[in-house]
């Protein structure tokens, strides 16, 4: 797995200044990191420009073709089948209910201990627990499958781990599919194996596609904001307190920790067309990083960007889920688990800080969020 980067941020921002755009070669080949604010949104805005196909060149290789690397009328019809599960009615008509549930479990099993690791005890599989739930998979063993997970979006770190696990993820998911098809529910792995696109029925290798895409994001996109905001809390004394007289503004938390330390760092275009940036040349078909996390820190759009501040003017122009028709499908389940799991955390926990002399850190380039946070409380 990736070893620790605690603080990519100064890089972006000299890389701002004097090279917004800048040619590299990678396990991928040449591709094009690049870095300020609105060359990153016009990038994400311009589908016929920039397209999503270039993340078949990446996660692609390891997941399958996937929504993310479909464009137009065949995105959509893709998109549809899936979007009626993580809607705002269907977040409201039973999702909520799974959240609240798989997140007061994980509490239960340390409230009365007065301390805890908040990231191994509890963000780090309680996304999971919830997509699990709402796909249908009866997993076992959550902490095993998450590391598939992380293996599997980790590829260009280390190849040999993300193809085992697909493999494996695809061995397990295999069955449980079969099932489905003959038995369904009321799920969404019943939904996949019954949905017709076109008239014709989902391949096998359709469905797990979109397997292998959903429980990676599930588990690691809100692991990772959930920690986060967590960590943003504890080491912002003004934040914790004014959330605390206030529980209306977890929402503006949750918000300027997508903002301030964005869950997913980047996202990958493949280019249509040559495109200059800033005197960066990008041959057609080249493939651009845009560094989300780069973007959502550039001075030039944001006040004091390395700041973590809950009353910014322009709070909502943050990029980590995205924009255009390839903005995250999960984006809403993804705040309410973090809206939920803050709020738990505060009613259950009194007193709840940092442990004294905890390491607690946010690591990670393409992927961050904090390692570990150990933390005391008053227990009940």
Known sequence: MMSPVPDPYPVYHRLRREQPAMAMRGILGPTYLVTRYDDVLAGLKDGKTFSARGNARGIGLVMGRTILEMEGHEHLRHRKIVTPFFSLRALRDGVESIVV??????????????RADLVSQFTFTFPLRVMADIIGIPIKDFEQFHRWAIDLISISDDPKRGFDAATLIVDYLKPIM???????????????????????????????????????????????????????????????EEVRADRSRVDAVIEETLRWESPVQYTSRETTVRVDFDGCEVPEGGLCMFAVGSANRDERHWDRPDDFILGRRNLGDHLAFGFGEHFCAGAFLGRLEARVAVNALLDRLPNLRLAPGAAARMVGLAFRSPDRLPVLFDPK
């Open 101 to 114: 549930e798989k997140v007061n479990g994980l509490i239960d099993e340390f409230a009365r201990d007065g």
């Open 178 to 240: 079969a099932e489905r098809r003959t038995a369904p529910r009321h799920d969404l792995l019943s939904a996949l194996a019954h949905a017709e696109v076109e008239g014709e029925r989902l391949s096998d290798e359709e469905i797990l596609s979109f397997l292998r895409l959903l429980l990676p994001a599930g588990a690691e996109t809100t692991y990772r904001l959930s920690g986060s905001t967590i960590f943003a809390l504890l080491t912002h004394p003004h934040a914790y």
